[in-house]
C-alpha cells in the first residue's frame, strides 16, 4: 500500500483542516496517509514515505516562521525522490496595497521551491485554499474541493505504483 504523510503548519486551524481533507481524499482512493503538525515530525522517520506533501499558512506573502525554521532542520534529511506537494491558506484581502499586489502572495509557491531544492519529485503544482478573514473560515467549497485534490493525488500515486510493481 501506498504510504503518504501530510505535515502542516497552522496558526488558527484553517491549514490543518484543509491537511485532513486532502489525507481524507487520499484515504478514499485506498492510501494509508497520516496527517501530523510540524511539531509531531520525526526526521528520522521521513525516508519511509513514498508522498509527502506540505502545507502552511501564508504569513507576510511569504512562509510562517515556525515552517521556515521546520524546513530547514528538514534539509537534514534525505528527501530525495519522494513524490511531494505543497498547499496554503492565505486571506487575500489582505494584500489591500497596490505595491503588495505586484508580489506573489502564497507560501506554498516557496515551500514548493524548497522542496525542489531538496530534489523531491513534485507531482502536481502548489495550490491555494482562500480564508475568509484572518482567523478563517475556509471559503465555502475548499473542504469538498481538496478532498477531491487529494483523491486525485491518491489516485496518480496508487497508478504510478502498480506501474512501477
Ligand atoms: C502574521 C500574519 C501575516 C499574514 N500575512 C498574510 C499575507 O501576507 N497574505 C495573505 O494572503 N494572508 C496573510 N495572513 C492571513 C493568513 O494567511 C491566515 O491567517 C491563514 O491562512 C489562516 O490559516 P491557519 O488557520 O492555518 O493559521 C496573515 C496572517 C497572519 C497572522
Redesign the pocket.
Known amino acids: 500500500m501506498t504510504h503518504g504523510l501530510i505535515i502542516y503548519h ?7 483542516q484543509v491537511a485532513y481533507c486532502l489525507a481524507n481524499g487520499m484515504k478514499d482512493v485506498g492510501m494509508s496517509v497520516e496527517c501530523l503538525g510540524i511539531e509531531e515530525i520525526v526526521l528520522e522517520n521521513l525516508s519511509k514515505y513514498e508522498f509527502i506533501a506540505i502545507g502552511g ?5 511569504g512562509i510562517s516562521k515556525p515552517l521556515k525554521e521546520f524546513l530547514v532542520k528538514l534539509k537534514t534529511v534525505s528527501l530525495k525522490g519522494i513524490k511531494g506537494f505543497s498547499f496554503d ?4 484581502s ?2 489591500n496595497k497596490k505595491w503588495l499586489l505586484t508580489l506573489e ?1 502564497s507560501a506554498a509557491r516557496r515551500i514548493e521551491g524548497k522542496m525542489r531544492r531538496m530534489k523531491m519529485k513534485i507531482i502536481k503544482p502548489y495550490l491555494s485554499a482562500i ?1 475568509y478573514g ?3 473560515p475556509l471559503e465555502k467549497n475548499v473542504e469538498l474541493e481538496f478532498r477531491s485534490i487529494g483523491k486525485e493525488l491518491g489516485k496518480m500515486l496508487v497508478v504510478e505504483k502498480d506501474v512501477e510493481n
Open positions: 497552522s496558526l488558527f486551524g484553517n491549514t490543518k499558512p501564508t504569513h507576510i506573502i491558506t492565505r486571506n487575500p489582505r494584500m502572495n480564508v484572518r482567523e478563517g
